[in-house]
């Protein structure tokens, strides 16, 4: 081999082994400042919220099975339209 190619891919390897090691060196850092910032948060966030409980709360959100009513409902009304459209 050449002396020119064999200096040629040893500096190609120098250059590879310099890009992986910075690459690999800004993900560790990535991941321990996410780390810390999760710790942090956890640490120093806010509290959740408590549930809301009480008569007001749930006559504001709809039952359940009006949810599922009005699901069935807007379900039937797509399939019929695809039907409409999609005749054989």
Do not use: C, N
Not at 11 to 21: T, V
């Amino acid at each position: 081999m050449d002396t020119a190619v064999a200096d040629l891919l040893i500096e190609g390897l120098w250059l590879m082994a310099i890009g992986l090691g910075i690459v690999f060196t800004f993900l560790v850092t990535l991941v321990g400042l996410l780390m810390l910032m999760s710790k942090a948060v956890a640490r120093w966030g806010p509290e959740d919220a408590p549930p809301a409980t009480g008569v007001a709360a749930h006559s504001i959100a709809p039952s359940p099975a009006a949810d599922g009513d009005r699901l069935v409902a807007v379900v039937g009304a797509a399939i019929q339209a695809y039907r409409r459209r999609h005749r054989p």
